[in-house]
């Protein structure tokens, strides 16, 4: 017979052992949420009322290596300054007082000389840019205030927003510009009730992304383009789809251009004014045959120039199975990350 301590040796063994297996088995099941801890809020206001004067400020008094949430309260008015949300600073909102009356604006373009005295080109020369992950916006425009070119005009193009973090959420934000207004560059991205206004490609970049419920607005003169979308490998997962939205403004317009030889973008439920070209899409570059590799497609579209968005062969009208996957916010993995409230 086994002695008393052998015993009890034994059986602290087992309920270690059946604790390692629950915590084991438990994990396979479980993803422990690591994110922010605690809640600061930070206010902003150009006349001196506030913490801070400039957006730019209230971003620099947040620490490197961020673990709370961060609200950037910004009281009406027009903050005419360029803002960068570098990688290390994660969970900051900005929060207007209404995109009408909190507004962002610089005035670069891609011509511009930057800091070491060369051209700024186009991906620098945003108003504001976000490098980090899980930003967020609402009620505040962003604006670059450089003029409208020509088409064909070279190094006018000026972003009024590049987002180039993971996990991004806009709510009830304007974005205005011309050429190349919103750089949507990479990460996951949702866009709910946004106004984004310009002329040329005025949503780019290799985003994967959701507009819902949007307005985009051209100001186009002589031709125009909404989306341009840059996947380069059929295995990437982004893409741009619109959903719910409303395209208005002044044409003529194609509704996307491939960007990239596998370029993704996908139209549902969405209202086009009269204003859109002749075959409604472009593949950029003919010489690469694009149109063999993009995925352009529409679901259910209407208004009067929801024909012409059907008008040629490669960006069909899809059935239910295909358009799916472009119509919930699993497009963007938003079951993870975006509440039931806001999607």
């Known amino acids: 017979m086994a002695s008393p301590s052998l015993l009890v040796a034994l059986l602290l063994v087992s ?45 620099n008094s947040v620490p490197d290596n961020n673990r709370m949430n961060v609200l950037i309260q910004i009281s009406a008015g027009y903050y005419i300054e360029k803002v960068v949300v570098p990688v290390t600073k994660p969970y900051i909102t900005f929060e207007g007082a209404g995109r009408d009356v909190t507004v962002i604006e610089w005035h670069d373009r891609a011509s511009d000389p930057g800091p070491n005295g060369q051209q700024l080109r186009t991906y620098r020369t945003a108003s504001v840019t976000v490098f980090a992950n899980y930003f967020s916006a609402r009620n505040i425009s962003f604006k670059n205030t450089a003029p409208a070119p020509m088409p064909g005009m070279q190094g006018w193009q000026a972003a009024a927003f590049r987002i180039s973090g993971d996990k991004a959420y806009f709510s009830a934000c304007g974005f205005y510009g011309a050429q190349d207004t919103l750089c949507d560059d990479a990460g996951r991205h949702y866009f709910k009730d946004c106004y984004i206004q310009g002329s040329i490609d005025f949503i780019f970049g290799n985003g994967r992304s959701m507009y819902k419920d949007c307005e985009l607005h051209s100001i186009a003169t002589r031709f125009g383009s909404i989306a341009a979308h840059d996947r380069k490998y059929p295995n990437q997962k982004t893409g741009f789809a619109f959903v719910g939205c409303r395209v208005t403004g002044t044409g003529p317009l194609y509704v996307g251009r491939a960007m990239g030889q596998y370029s993704r973008i996908v139209y549902s439920y969405t209202y086009f004014d009269d204003i859109v070209a002749n075959g409604g899409w472009d593949d950029w570059n003919h010489a690469h045959n694009k149109n063999k590799t993009v995925f352009f497609g529409v679901y259910k579209c209407w208004g ?34 975006i509440a039931p409230s806001d999607a």
């Open 15 to 59: 309920v270690s052992c059946s604790l390692f297996d629950a915590a084991t088995n438990s994990s396979k099941h479980h993803h422990r949420w690591v994110g922010p801890i605690g809640h600061r809020v930070i206010t902003v206001d150009v006349n001196g009322t506030a913490q801070f004067r400039s957006v730019q400020a209230a971003v």
């Open 304 to 337: 009067p120039g929801a024909e012409a968005v059907r008008g040629v062969s490669w960006a069909p009208e899809l059935d239910f199975e295909s358009a799916h996957p472009f119509l919930v916010k699993s497009f963007v993995n938003g079951r993870h990350w």
